[in-house]
T-cell receptor
């Protein structure tokens, strides 16, 4: 079975500082990994994905994520946080052994303080 | 190019009534997913459909909930005899027909159900 963990419910960071939102996963086949962001009362917006190739993936709004196979992690990062980055972030995994189903993590609430 | 359209955005029902939530996928998409998000919680998978077929309903409660995606028209998530615990945001997502597992999902803005 596939699963996703986001060990931190909440991450606080000062504006201008680097941010990291953590994600670890468990799959039986090859993982396809995704990050989404949700602003209040909105749907989820796609940020970036890892399918294969370079372990460092760049996405929207200056975000990037690093795939680490040995640690089964896919942490989301940004070099300099903005107050407008404050939102709920979801990591998701798809396992090529399980067809089309996505599994989402519980979400991490990011607060960027001015 | 319209995105995933969900309606109604907000729905209020009294206990025992029925709720119907609609989802029109993006143009060219024939895979639809429904997720439920309880207040201050993550997304829970409910059901995955292709046109006229339910592919995976492992996340659907066994009673009162049903979903369909007819050949014509939107996908519908139906909740009969609603209870207060059904109050949540229900999100629809779509992906392209014959999509590979590497493709991302595209989400609607959600339908927020409140049961009084």
């Amino acid at each position: 079975a596939q699963s996703v963990a986001q060990p931190e419910d909440q991450v606080n960071v000062a504006e201008g500082n680097p941010l990291t939102v953590k994600c670890t996963y468990s799959v039986s086949g090859n993982p396809y990994l995704f990050w989404y962001v949700q602003y209040p009362n909105r749907g989820l917006q796609f940020l970036l994905k890892y399918i294969t190739g370079d372990n460092l993936v760049k996405g929207s709004y200056g975000f990037e994520a690093e795939f680490n196979k040995s640690q089964t992690s896919f942490h989301l990062k940004k070099p300099s946080a903005l107050v407008s980055d404050s939102a709920l972030y979801f990591c998701a995994v798809r396992d090529d052994n399980y067809g089309q189903n996505f599994v989402f993590g519980p979400g991490t609430r990011l607060s960027v303080l001015p | 190019n319209a995105g995933v359209m969900q309606n109604p955005r907000h729905l209020v029902r009294r206990r025992g009534q029925e709720a119907r939530l609609r989802c029109s996928p993006m143009k060219g998409h024939s895979h639809v997913y429904w997720y439920r998000q309880l207040p201050e919680e993550g997304l829970k998978f409910m059901v995955y459909l292709q046109k006229e077929n339910i592919i995976d309903e492992s996340g659907m409660p066994k009673e009162r909930f049903s979903a369909e995606f007819p050949k014509e028209g939107p996908s519908i998530l139906r909740i009969q005899q609603v209870v207060r615990g059904d109050s949540a945001a229900y999100f629809c997502a779509s992906s392209p027909s014959r999509g590979s597992p590497t493709g991302e999902l595209f989400f609607g803005e959600g339908s927020r159900l409140t049961v009084l």
